[in-house]
């Protein structure tokens, strides 16, 4: 009886401490799965699609290898996404006789890889029909071509919905290539996001050209911003006319940290990015990336993933389109 009465208490101990090392496991399960309070997690589709990743990454990179300027075009179409309402794919809606949508817009005219969308769709639809939203495709698609170009390695959370709205008026909100450093400030500003962190993505440019029309007008008068010698560049590209294209930087398909020393250089193209050094506000963030790669890099990936979650639809406000560029 002494042995049993000594056992006893020691079952009911290990028995509670069981059962609480089982809860703190199902509260770090919960916790590594989930990422706030809108839903989202970073295994969303593990369930119900779990050969989404390959497919998206399988498409964008075939697509990428036959064209490395898509990976601009891919992380441009998926700011454009969320900063009009939200990542919601509302960006990648055609017009209709009765709606003119985002994609319509004279700021979105030039985007480009909705295609490279389309395809990952069709696939999924086939793999897992109904189940993987417009606007998670493009958030995917987007980190992936960051990683293709040679940039940082990060994953997001899933779970966006689609839209149901997309409509001209709603691109007033894009910030605009002449914009100076207040004005981005205070556009980004608008939605969450702290100078710095406008800084670091707006080294996405890091990627991509841009056409003659967004920049001409720093050639009409002498620029004290604008480098001498590269105000010849760009005219010389401008002479070709306004879709004539400059690339951001010398290494336009290569995601690094080249853009920032060409703002050191006053080598910016578009005023919205020389006015990030040029400006006291952002000069010091410009410094640091231009130093130093890692740091643009891990807190380009932040900013990324915090632009992802910009007014994200869920089911009472949103759906899963089984064709991208319409409304079910």
């Keep these: 009886m ?4 000594c056992v006893r208490p020691s079952k009911v101990i290990m028995a509670k401490f069981l059962t609480l090392l089982l809860l703190l496991l199902i509260q770090v399960f ?7 309070a809108d839903g989202l997690n970073m295994n969303y589709y593990l369930m119900s699609c779990p050969f989404l990743e390959p497919v998206v990454k399988n498409t964008v990179n075939r ?3 036959e064209d490395p300027t898509l990976a601009a075009a891919l992380i441009r179409m998926h700011f454009h996404d969320c900063f009009i309402q939200g990542c919601d794919g509302s960006v990648l809606i055609d017009s209709t006789k009765d709606n003119t949508a985002e994609k319509d817009s004279p700021g979105n005219l030039s985007l480009r890889g909705f295609e490279v969308i389309d395809a990952i769709k069709e696939e999924l639809e086939i793999q897992c029909p109904g189940v993987v939203s417009c606007a998670d495709i493009l958030a995917m698609a987007a980190r992936d071509a960051v990683f293709f170009g040679g940039g940082p390695v990060y994953d997001i959370p899933k779970g966006r919905k689609d839209g149901r709205r997309s409509k001209i008026e709603d691109t007033i ?3 605009f290539p002449t914009f100076n450093a207040s004005e981005l400030i205070r556009s980004f500003g608008q939605r969450g996001f702290s100078a710095q962190e406008m800084v670091a993505l707006s080294g996405a440019h890091t990627l991509g050209v841009a056409s003659c029309g967004s920049f001409k007008n720093r050639l009409s008068q002498v620029d004290p911003t604008l480098d001498t010698e590269f105000a010849k560049t760009l005219a010389r590209t401008c002479s070709s ?3 004539a294209k ?4 010398a290494t336009s398909n290569d995601f690094d940290n080249v853009y920032f020393n060409a703002l050191l250089r006053r080598n910016g193209v ?3 990015d020389q006015t990030l050094y040029t400006s006291p506000k952002t000069r010091n963030f410009v410094n640091a990336y231009a130093f130093n790669q890692a740091m643009f890099f891990f807190d380009f990936q932040q900013a990324m993933v915090k ?8 089911n009472y406000n949103g759906e899963v389109r089984q064709n991208c560029r319409k409304i079910n």
């Design 2 to 5: 002494l042995y049993k009465s």
């Design 30 to 36: 919960a916790y590594g799965f989930r990422y706030g």
């Design 63 to 65: 697509a990428l290898l």
């Design 173 to 175: 909100n894009l910030p």
């Design 241 to 243: 006319g306004d879709n």
């Design 246 to 249: 400059q690339p951001f930087d």
């Design 270 to 272: 578009l005023t919205s």
């Design 307 to 314: 632009m992802g979650l910009l007014d994200v639809k869920d």
